[in-house]
């Protein structure tokens, strides 16, 4: 397993930005596919983005594409997510998360199919 620490989270007045960093060690980062999924209280963890181990493929859920921006350096071990635009409804914990999926677009939108979890980071939007 990849051990994960996520940052850069806060409280943020709606349209602002952050940028969530997400620090990885203890496995070959560059051999995984890295995602960052959010939960709100009373709601279950939800897919925001995700990001396949070369970089080369990325995708959103509807309710973040073309605000928020995931990338990564393989250099520096980290995944980032660039958030603008922020809205209240995206108040949430944002976890990072590791793992090994493949090809399918579809393995990337469960929380299931990561093996590697950071502790979260809070993101606190105000209208």
């Known amino acids: 397993q990849v051990h994960l620490v996520e940052s850069g989270g806060g409280l943020v007045q709606a349209g602002g930005s952050l940028r969530l960093s997400c620090a990885a060690s203890?496995?070959?980062?560059?051999?995984?596919?890295m995602g960052w999924f959010r939960q709100a209280p009373g709601k279950e963890r939800e897919f925001v983005a995700a990001?396949?181990?070369?970089?080369?493929?990325?995708y959103y859920a509807d309710s973040v594409k073309g605000r928020f921006t995931i990338s990564r350096d393989n250099a520096k071990n980290t995944v980032y997510l660039q958030m603008n635009s922020l809205k209240p409804e995206d108040t949430a914990v944002y976890y990072c998360?590791?793992?090994?999926?493949?090809?399918?677009?579809?393995?990337?939108?469960?929380?299931?199919?990561?093996?590697?979890w950071g502790q979260g980071t809070q993101v606190t939007v105000s209208s």
């Open positions: 998360a590791a793992g090994r999926l493949g090809y399918l677009r579809e393995r990337y939108y469960s929380p299931l199919n990561y093996d590697s």
């Open positions: 203890g496995r070959t980062f560059s051999n995984y596919d």
């Open positions: 990001i396949t181990w070369s970089g080369g493929g990325t």
